[in-house]
T-cell receptor, first 114, second 112 residues
Framework: SAVISQKPSRDICQRGTSLTIQCQVD?????MFWYRQQPGQSLTLIAT?????????ESGFVIDKFPISRPNLTFSTLTVSNMSPEDSSIYLC???????????FGPGTRLTVT | KQEVTQIPAALSVPEGENLVLNCSFT??????LQWFRQDPGKGLTSLLL?????REQTSGRLNASLDKSSGRSTLYIAASQPGDSATYLC???????????FGTGTRLQVTL
């Protein structure tokens, strides 16, 4: 199974600033995903990031707020822009691998906006 | 629109008990179903994946079953241990190019 790392693991940021989260995978994968998990909630998909094309955003999420880069098959970044306290969440990247289309997740980035 | 529900929302059991976690989904046209474990403030660990054509999958003390026609899956944990304490999430995938739809989770506590 894919091994996924994320940086940073946690951060405390001020309102109005931006944070870029990095996701690194130990193998080449086509599909990478970014999720948000607000306190006490389940996971919500932000966008799907495929290498060589624009990310596909889910309803309620826009590129200006959550720009995503996918420069190659092992790396992606998610930026949370112009942050507000409502952006305080755990952000997780995941990849899909294999013929069974199994998903694996990174350890998450815990973001607190003050 | 697919909706996934997990019951109960929270469960506390003494060590050694066998237990069942439930997952229900509204649209039976699924490609696969995954069970995950999440420790507080951490990422998700994949436990089991069941393809739509399968009835069950086993890994160690865990057994997951799938009844697609009734829109249900169960995760059976045998001889529970304090280390099993975590939130368990199920997620369904409608097709190969579809996203995962997550359930609401069951928070499990196994006490000594």
């Amino acid at each position: 199974s894919a091994v996924i790392s994320q940086k940073p693991s946690r951060d405390i940021c001020q309102r109005g600033t931006s944070l870029t989260i990095q996701c690194q995978v130990d193998s080449q994968v086509t599909m990478m995903f970014w999720y948000r998990q607000q306190p006490g909630q389940s996971l919500t998909l932000i966008a799907t990031a495929n290498q060589g094309s624009e990310a596909t955003y889910e309803s309620g999420f826009v590129i200006d707020k959550f720009p995503i880069s996918r420069p190659n098959l092992t790396f992606s970044t998610l930026t949370v822009s112009n942050m507000s306290p409502e952006d305080s969440s755990i952000y997780l990247c995941s990849v899909e691998e294999g013929a069974r289309h199994e998903q694996y997740f990174g350890p998450g980035t815990r973001l607190t906006v003050t | 629109k697919q909706e996934v529900t997990q019951i109960p929302a929270a469960l506390s059991v003494p060590e050694g008990e066998n237990l069942v976690l439930n997952c229900s989904f509204t649209d039976s046209a699924i490609y696969n179903l995954q069970w995950f474990r999440q420790d507080p403030g951490k990422g998700l660990t994949s436990l089991l994946l069941i393809q739509s054509s399968q009835r069950e999958q086993t890994s160690g003390r865990l057994n997951a079953s799938l009844d697609k026609s009734s829109g249900r899956s169960t995760l059976y944990i045998a001889a529970s241990q304090p280390g099993d304490s975590a939130t368990y999430l199920c997620a369904v995938k409608a097709g190969t190019a579809s996203k995962l739809t997550f359930g609401t989770g069951t928070r499990l506590q196994v006490t000594l």
